[in-house]
């Protein structure tokens, strides 16, 4: 990295926020390589790069994007002239030949090999006579950012992430079901196997989808759900953590708008985002505007303390930074974003709640589904769940939706269990995609509408 090129990069985003009020510099090199087993063959192995810059200006509340590919002095201050010029700033940003890279591209670790895949493809149909497909998913890649910001800061930060997904597809007498199950982590592929077992993994999709052979239609109607840990923290993130983000909120899209201070939920409920959770999916040292990771509570004891604000929106709205400004990568403006969002574990224990459950349903992992962020009504997919009668678990189900709103299910929250467990995944939002971990707890609520493929009617 040429220190001078820095240095001058860094007096002109300086200079840029002083006389527009905000200005940053965002750099980034990211490589990934993807591998895609199935039918008992490597089907698609892929590899990809992006390297590149952003720069920003902030005009009162208008901002002004111009990026380029590379990252090197001279695409710098293209992406500078431009973004300076369309603000409509009187600054000079000179010309630059320097085309080194001022963010160096890190290597990253190869998928492994063939036989790995194919020794767990063999295990898995010897142990199940049913299996009809096996398809699996090894995905790593390594993103390093720089973010200049107008007081003279810069915040470096490196991301490895790897993930491991299996999925099954089952045949028995003439009735298809399928499995799933993925593992990822903040980590490289070196370090992720010393957190999963891809044996443990491949078994989990399998068991999910011999259960669904077996599972009979799930009854329809208004019921009590116990919603396990393990199930993730899906509704938490799409029904209430969205409507939480700052500028969702100000476009009047959030049914948390203006309620700051007051109860929104059960007592029992406390939700966290936490990106300083290292090694967790969504952690990060510094958002990608430079801001340090931090831990916010957002709802505490069921009353709402923040909102989550990336530098815009906090502007806007006079409120603190959360760190949470994320963007996909430097060809995108960042916005506020969940990173580890989570519901506090509490002191029920699961033999308490399902006893006092005289009908209702298990969840045991949640599937996909839709989400209004304007009301937080919501339908979600059950992919594991089992009926409940007298306190008992029962039958597996399949065809399980739930349907409800997100804060009348949060305010439904009766009891929460003391096992916290963090399920990552990836979330989308306005085009751009992020790594995320959403998690909770069991817990309990008293309230929620099922859909299922058995309405009990015989005739």
Not at 304 to 326: K, W
Not at 347 to 367: A, H
Request: charged fraction near 20%; charge should be negative; glycine fraction near 12%.
């Amino acid at each position: 990295m040429g220190s001078v090129a820095m240095d001058d990069i860094r007096e002109i985003v300086t200079r840029a926020s002083r006389e527009a009020g905000y200005a940053d510099l965002y750099l980034q090199t990211g490589a990934s390589h993807s591998t895609l087993f199935e039918d008992g063959r490597m089907d698609t192995v892929s590899s990809s790069e992006s390297d590149g810059l952003g720069a920003r200006v902030i005009k009162g509340l208008n901002t002004v994007y111009s990026h380029r590919a590379g990252t090197s002095a001279r695409s710098a201050a293209l992406a500078l002239r431009e973004a300076v010029s369309n603000a409509g700033l009187g600054l000079a940003v000179p010309d630059a030949d320097d085309a080194a890279p001022l963010l160096e591209a890190d290597a990253i670790a190869p998928s492994p090999d063939v036989s790995f895949f194919k020794d767990l493809d063999r295990e898995l149909r010897s142990d199940c006579r049913y299996v009809s497909q096996v398809t699996f998913r090894f995905r790593v890649s390594s993103k390093s950012v720089l973010i200049v910001r107008g007081d003279g800061t810069l915040a470096a930060d490196r991301r490895d992430y790897t993930t491991f997904a299996a999925h099954v597809v089952l045949e028995k007498d003439g009735a298809l079901e399928t499995g799933y199950e993925a593992r990822s982590l903040m980590t490289g592929p070196g370090s992720f196997w010393n957190d999963a077992d891809a044996g443990d993994i491949a078994r989990n999709a399998l068991r999910r989808g011999l259960l669904m052979l077996d599972a009979v239609p799930c009854p329809a109607g208004n019921m009590t759900i116990l919603m396990d840990g393990s199930a993730g923290g899906t509704m938490i993130h799409e029904a209430c953590g969205h409507g939480l983000e700052a500028d969702i909120v100000q476009k009047d899209f959030s049914a948390f708008r203006d309620r700051i201070g007051e109860q929104v939920a059960s007592p029992l409920v406390t939700i966290i985002d936490d990106a300083t959770q290292a090694g967790m999916y969504g952690a990060f040292k510094f958002d990608d505007e430079g801001t340090p990771a931090e831990s916010t509570i957002l709802i505490k004891d069921g009353i709402l303390m923040r909102y989550m604000t990336d530098i815009l929106s906090a502007r806007i709205g006079g409120l603190p930074l959360s760190g949470n400004g994320r963007r996909e990568s430097y060809q995108h403006q960042p916005m506020p974003r969940m990173s580890n969002t989570f519901v506090a574990a509490g002191t029920s224990c699961f033999e308490e709640m399902i006893g006092g459950v005289g009908r209702g349903l298990l969840v045991k992992k949640m599937g996909g589904g839709e989400v209004n962020p304007t009301s937080g009504d919501f339908v979600f997919y059950v992919s594991e769940g089992y009926m409940i009668e007298n306190g008992k678990a029962g039958r597996a189900v399949k065809g399980a939706t739930l349907i409800g709103n997100g804060p009348e299910a949060l305010k439904n929250i009766v009891a929460v269990g003391t096992n916290l467990v963090m399920d990552p995944g990836t979330c989308g939002k306005s085009g751009q995609s992020v790594p995320v971990t959403d998690g909770q707890p069991t817990i309990l609520i008293s309230n929620l509408t099922v859909g299922g493929s058995d309405t009990g009617d015989d005739s």
